[in-house]
């Protein structure tokens, strides 16, 4: 009889009991089935050593901006996490000092915030310009490249930077949509000048998207007024917020391209139209659920801004640069060269020194760290195997760390190998 109620699909209590039964039975014989054990190494306490971290990032994270982060979780759509984004805008807009209404913090690295500005801002067969002169150049072209444009390069040698004429002669001759600058280009230790570029753009139909990831609080920097279309940074260099939150701003001509697309950007995570809600920077009533927003990310991003604003950004750039002209004194006096020549070129926050004749410049890094519990790190991209690159950004530009970095840099050339060649 229970047979042909099975058959003919019924829900009695007798059936329900049946196959509850079944799965029960199914469920215990699968759990002789896992055969991976716990890991070990989870059974063991979590042990994650200090640091001093003196390389191009991420930066030491101050105790107030670690405390902030491990406030309890809430929802990701409570009111409570909207003010705080709300709060956060506000500390973005005063950091790129702009008016933009489209200004928020992407949930990811400072190669999310690039993703976000050149999906939203270009479609497949769009023109695009990217000014290489280090790493972060090359990486714009590749992601330009990937979703259709056609990529156009003008290419410095590392530790150089492009004129104003140099780029106005490319953008004539390219006409793109966008053009990409690093203005702070860590792989090289380049501070790129701003003044003009925008207007140069601007005269040639283009959008300009600058990557401040490692200047911004650093070295001085307008948005509005240097007419930046498209600006992004993330949370782990000056702000000394752990890494994961990337602030971005877009300008209303950024926004026409952005919101008048022909398609859809390829990525719906970056979507600006639905980054834009979830930010409350649509102006509609309500917000809508895009994605789960790291909270306390965004605790340890506000915390970050607050600490920005409560020194001032004149105050902080000021430090950086007396920091870095006392760093540089101490090289040369050591008889280390500075790789970018020009000095108003020299990127703040992060030095590039020539790495020293005749010594492997691993050995010295990894001595350096061995004994000093300090990061320094080697270069990055085309600057491989020429540089040694210090960072000190946020709370780490001090003249005490930068007596710390010259001892081990000291040290390290007493100790470390150095060949006959």
């Given amino acids: 009889m229970w047979r042909g109620v099975l058959a003919r699909g019924s829900t009695s209590p007798a059936s329900t009991a049946i196959f509850g039964f079944t799965a029960f039975v199914s469920l215990a014989g699968n759990m002789s ?34 405390m902030a982060g491990i406030n309890p979780v809430i929802g990701h759509m409570h009111p409570e996490i ?27 690295t400072g190669h999310t915030a690039m993703e976000c500005a050149i999906f939203n801002t270009v479609e497949p067969g769009d023109s695009v310009l990217s000014a290489v002169n280090g790493i972060w150049g090359e990486r714009a072209a590749d992601m330009a490249e990937r979703i259709g444009a056609r990529v156009n390069t003008i290419v410095a040698p590392p530790g150089g930077f492009f004129t104003n004429a140099e780029i ?33 753009c601007h005269k040639y139909g283009c959008l300009l998207l600058v990557d401040s990831v490692a200047s911004i609080g650093g070295t001085p920097l307008f948005m509005d007024q240097q007419g930046i ?10 702000l000394n917020a752990p890494p994961g939150t990337a602030p971005i701003s877009f300008s209303e001509r950024a926004c026409q391209k952005v919101f008048n697309r022909r398609t859809k950007p390829v990525s719906f995570f970056l979507d600006l139209s639905w980054l834009a809600n979830y930010w409350g920077c649509d102006g509609k009533p309500s917000r809508v659920y895009h994605h789960t927003g790291p909270v306390t ?23 950086h640069e007396k920091v870095a002209e006392y760093f540089h004194a101490g090289l040369e006096s ?47 991209g085309p600057s491989v195997g020429l540089v040694l690159r210090v960072g000190l950004m946020g709370c780490n530009s001090t003249k005490d760390n930068v007596d710390m970095v010259l001892e081990a840099l000291k040290d390290a050339l007493k100790h470390c190998h150095k060949s006959k060649v």
Avoid at 171 to 200: C, M, N, W
Avoid at 340 to 351: D, H, S
Wanted: glycine share 8%.
């Fill in 334 to 380: 050591m008889g280390l060269k500075l790789f970018v020549k020009e000095k108003k070129a020299r990127l703040p926050t992060v030095t590039t020194i020539v790495a020293p004749h005749g010594y492997d410049w691993k050995e010295i890094t990894t001595y350096i760290m061995k004994t000093h519990n300090l990061e320094i790190s080697g270069g990055l």
């Fill in 297 to 319: 990310a965004f605790y340890s991003l506000r915390e970050s801004l607050a600490v920005l604003a409560e020194e001032g950004l004149e105050k902080s750039c000021e430090r």
């Fill in 82 to 108: 909207f003010e705080i984004m709300n709060d956060i805008k506000s500390g973005i807009q005063y950091m790129f000092q702009t008016q933009n209404n489209m200004t928020l913090a992407v949930s990811g």
């Fill in 229 to 238: 279309d498209i600006l992004y940074t993330g949370s782990q260099k000056v």
């Fill in 168 to 200: 106005e002669q490319a953008l004539s001759k390219y006409r793109p949509v966008v053009l990409f600058l690093a203005h702070g280009e860590s792989s090289t230790g380049v501070l790129h000048p701003l003044d003009g570029i925008g207007q140069l």
């Fill in 33 to 66: 089935s896992f055969s991976v054990p716990p890991p070990k190494c989870l059974q063991k306490p979590l042990a994650v050593p200090h640091r001093y971290m003196f390389g191009p990032g991420p930066s030491n994270v101050p105790s107030r901006i670690l």
